[in-house]
């Protein structure tokens, strides 16, 4: 946590101010609250106690918000459910932390349009089985879509399992109501199957991590729910590399798999050791892939990447073709990341290489773990070359903390060697600054900050998050 605050006078003030524009419960300024609200999941990452949590009910609570923080040369930190991993929704000195985790209205469904409006509160599952009733699906699935928000997922352009054939959060926003940096309102993109009206907006604001606007509503495309039959398929290797073959042969056959997965062994046997699921511990790393084709088609992929998995050198591999197995084969992938949080504080890439490169970018991951002395495991989204390795520190060891720092910078590295992007899926935020900048280049961040002075002049929406 950094030492800046805001002088006292300055605090008090503030605070005075929003209370008399705010409902008494919109409004915390405890202590335990302000901690709770300083930082994302990317605690790795600074953050300094905000003036105030706000949380916001309405859009004209957004919009007094914004209008007091310009006013008064505050910044504006937007979140949702605080399930980012990059910083991104980390408060600054002198910010206002502005929660949109009660706007929770599902404000439409059009089941002939196949779209949904909904505010930027709500969470992911909550949509899914909302939409369900209609016979309709939203795709993007990240992995904490039990808890994290629309509006959250739209920020950071959140992607997810199955996004290897279905895409990402960007492929199904069709427009958004946004409160700009001088509090004024404005409705983007569209409610029609096509639109080319002016420049896309839509598009930009979508992974902008709450630097150019808040978002307070997203329209959202939908896409039918029938017609679809999950297949799983999960094998066994005896190392990262055979795995890694494993993802490039699925990929050279053609098959897109709805979900491509891997996790290695130190996440097989901390999930193992926290939910005694009978994961194989003889294995090093699991691969878990879903088809979703019906009926012949659906077999037919499956038992090719069956096959393809065994070719690799598959020390075993399980199929399961109803939705009971299906979960159950999946299970350890969802609860990985929780299972690792247990072991000690984790650093948590999110690197994308081309599909081609990961097994190189996997061989790569382990020699940085062992020549900086760290334990690293593997997370992937591996059927879009969108790898998350997970370093982990022991509580209180900064020797180890600091060894931890160099192998992330020396990942960052070496996926942008191997042709790859900085980050797939969690954004910039704060952790992917410096590997954001050697990406992008001089030209392109010129280009980003003309950008962000046109709608933020002032900088006070996010300041110092992105780029």
């Not at 969470?123 to 795709?139: C, E, F, H, K, S």
């Not at 930009?204 to 991590?209: D, K, P, T």
């Given at each position: 946590?950094?030492?800046?605050?805001?002088?006292?006078?300055?605090t008090?003030?503030?605070?005075?101010?929003?209370?008399?524009?705010?409902?008494?419960d919109?409004?915390?300024?405890?202590?335990a609250?302000?901690?709770?609200?300083?930082h994302?999941?990317?605690?790795?990452?600074?953050?300094?106690e905000?003036?105030?949590?706000?949380?916001?009910?309405?859009?004209?609570?957004?919009?007094?918000?914004?209008?007091?923080?310009?006013?008064s040369g505050l910044?504006?930190?937007?979140?949702g459910?605080?399930?980012?991993?990059?910083?991104?929704?980390?408060?600054?000195?002198?910010s206002?932390?502005l929660?949109?985790?009660?706007?929770?209205?599902?404000?439409?469904?059009?089941?002939?349009?196949?779209?949904?409006?909904v505010?930027?509160?709500?969470?992911?599952?909550d949509?899914?089985?909302?939409?369900?009733?209609?016979?309709?699906?939203?795709?993007p699935?990240?992995?904490?879509?039990?808890?994290s928000?629309?509006?959250g997922?739209?920020?950071?352009?959140?992607?997810?399992?199955?996004?290897?054939?279905y895409?990402?959060?960007?492929?199904?926003?069709?427009?958004?109501r946004?409160?700009?940096?001088?509090?004024?309102?404005?409705?983007?993109?569209?409610?029609?199957?096509?639109?080319?009206?002016?420049?896309?907006?839509?598009?930009?604001?979508?992974?902008s991590?709450?630097?150019?606007?808040?978002?307070?509503?997203?329209?959202?495309k939908?896409?039918?729910?029938?017609?679809?039959?999950?297949?799983?398929?999960?094998?066994?290797?005896?190392s990262?590399?055979?795995?890694g073959?494993?993802v490039?042969?699925?990929?050279?056959?053609?098959?897109?798999?709805?979900?491509l997965?891997?996790?290695?062994?130190?996440?097989?046997?901390?999930?193992?050791?926290?939910?005694?699921?009978?994961?194989?511990?003889?294995?090093?790393?699991?691969?878990?892939?879903?088809?979703?084709?019906?009926?012949?088609?659906?077999?037919?992929?499956?038992?090719?990447?069956?096959?393809?998995?065994?070719?690799?050198g598959?020390?075993g591999?399980?199929?399961?073709?109803?939705?009971?197995?299906?979960?159950?084969?999946?299970?350890?992938?969802r609860?990985?990341?929780?299972?690792?949080?247990r072991?000690?504080?984790v650093?948590t890439?999110?690197?994308?290489?081309?599909?081609?490169?990961?097994p190189?970018?996997?061989?790569r991951?382990?020699?940085?773990?062992?020549?900086?002395?760290?334990?690293i495991?593997?997370?992937?989204?591996?059927?879009?070359?969108?790898?998350?390795?997970l370093?982990?520190?022991?509580?209180?060891?900064?020797?180890a903390?600091?060894?931890?720092?160099?192998?992330?910078?020396?990942?960052v590295d070496?996926?942008r060697?191997?042709?790859?992007?900085?980050t797939?899926e969690?954004?910039?935020?704060?952790?992917?600054l410096?590997?954001a900048?050697a990406?992008?280049?001089?030209?392109?961040?010129?280009?980003?900050?003309?950008?962000?002075?046109?709608?933020?002049?002032?900088?006070?929406?996010?300041?110092?998050k992105?780029?």
């Amino acid at each position: 946590m950094t030492t800046d605050a805001t002088p006292p006078a300055a605090t008090t003030a503030a605070r005075s101010a929003l209370a008399g524009m705010l409902p008494p419960d919109r409004l915390a300024v405890d202590a335990a609250t302000l901690a709770d609200y300083a930082h994302d999941d990317a605690e790795w990452a600074d953050f300094s106690e905000p003036v105030a949590v706000v949380f916001a009910e309405t859009v004209d609570d957004v919009v007094a918000v914004v209008r007091f923080a310009a006013d008064s040369g505050l910044a504006v930190v937007p979140r949702g459910a605080g399930t980012g991993l990059s910083g991104g929704a980390n408060a600054s000195a002198g910010s206002i932390v502005l929660s949109l985790e009660r706007m929770t209205r599902i404000v439409e469904v059009n089941r002939a349009e196949r779209y949904a409006v909904v505010e930027a509160g709500v969470i992911n599952d909550d949509l899914r089985r909302a939409v369900a009733a209609d016979g309709l699906w939203y795709p993007p699935d990240p992995a904490s879509y039990r808890i994290s928000t629309i509006g959250g997922n739209a920020a950071t352009n959140a992607g997810g399992i199955c996004c290897v054939k279905y895409g990402v959060t960007r492929d199904y926003v069709l427009g958004l109501r946004v409160v700009l940096a001088d509090g004024s309102v404005v409705d983007l993109g569209r409610r029609t199957a096509k639109g080319a009206t002016g420049y896309d907006l839509t598009a930009l604001l979508v992974g902008s991590e709450g630097t150019l606007g808040v978002i307070v509503e997203v329209t959202l495309k939908l896409i039918p729910l029938a017609g679809r039959e999950e297949r799983a398929v999960v094998g066994s290797f005896g190392s990262l590399e055979d795995a890694g073959r494993a993802v490039a042969a699925v990929a050279d056959a053609g098959i897109v798999p709805s979900a491509l997965e891997l996790i290695d062994r130190t996440c097989i046997e901390a999930v193992d050791a926290w939910q005694h699921l009978g994961l194989p511990h003889g294995a090093d790393t699991m691969l878990l892939a879903k088809v979703d084709e019906p009926g012949a088609t659906g077999v037919e992929h499956a038992d090719a990447i069956s096959s393809l998995m065994h070719e690799a050198g598959a020390l075993g591999v399980e199929l399961g073709a109803s939705p009971e197995e299906v979960d159950r084969l999946f299970l350890a992938r969802r609860l990985a990341y929780p299972s690792l949080e247990r072991l000690g504080p984790v650093l948590t890439e999110d690197v994308c290489v081309p599909r081609t490169a990961v097994p190189e970018m996997l061989a790569r991951i382990q020699r940085a773990a062992a020549d900086h002395d760290v334990v690293i495991a593997n997370i992937a989204h591996a059927g879009d070359g969108n790898l998350h390795p997970l370093i982990i520190a022991p509580e209180g060891d900064d020797a180890a903390k600091a060894r931890a720092k160099l192998a992330f910078d020396r990942i960052v590295d070496d996926c942008r060697e191997l042709g790859g992007t900085v980050t797939g899926e969690h954004g910039v935020g704060l952790l992917k600054l410096p590997g954001a900048r050697a990406e992008l280049g001089d030209r392109v961040l010129d280009l980003h900050r003309a950008i962000k002075d046109a709608l933020d002049p002032g900088h006070v929406l996010n300041p110092g998050k992105g780029f």
